[in-house]
């Protein structure tokens, strides 16, 4: 069982659609990512939560916003997509510890997401 | 900048059997992290096994251990006693310890199939 939640499991959506993706974590974790995975590929950081508060930002295009209403939720919104866009989208947590660079990161099921 | 590479796409080993995954990356910095993580077809990403780079005892996990060779920036993960719940896809991850740009850089991959 995953100890990262992430919903919806699959989304399909047209270019003009505003949507959100959701994580969630009960461990205690204050570090939490969003990374973008294309097929065959490894995942591409976007962005990272410390603290509730936005750490990195990988110049990320606007149309992804993150947000993160508290210690244990994680979302991304979604607006005006292209499909290049189309990926699986992992989200993540860690400890932090002295930094987050050390700590194992556990990772979520992923969000399959198809831009139309 | 920093940069992981996995020469081996693709990897078969028979159940039983041991196979080693190469990982080299680059980087000018003294303290940082490395991490194997594992991702088997349609399912989340676990962590495998971690290395800081300031310790010389290579890390081991049960059957999965590291060679981890500083000076020639090379972190190899080797299965011992392969099973078949090893498929999976395998990604070397870079951690660099925070001091400026937090990067966590995976690599290309390799897929490992263990066959019966």
Known sequence: ?116 | AQTVTQSQPEMSVQEAETVTLSCTYDTSESNYYLFWYKQPPSRQMILVIRQEAYKQQNATENRFSVNFQKAAKSFSLKISDSQLGDTAMYFCAFMKQPSGTYKYIFGTGTRLKVLA
């Open chain 1, 1 to 116: 069982d995953t100890e990262v939640t992430q919903t919806p499991k699959h989304l399909v959506m047209g270019m003009t659609n505003k949507k959100s993706l959701k994580c969630e974590q009960h461990m205690g974790h204050r570090a939490m990512y969003w990374y973008k995975q294309k097929a065959k590929k490894p995942p591409e950081l976007m962005f990272v939560y410390s603290y509730e508060k936005l750490s990195i930002n990988e110049s990320v295009p606007s149309r992804f916003s993150p947000e993160c209403p508290n210690s244990s939720l994680l979302n991304l919104h979604l607006h005006a997509l292209q499909p290049e866009d189309s990926a699986l989208y992992l989200c993540a947590s860690s400890q932090v510890d002295l930094g987050f660079s050390n700590q194992p990161q556990h990772f979520g099921d992923g969000t399959r997401l198809s831009i139309l």
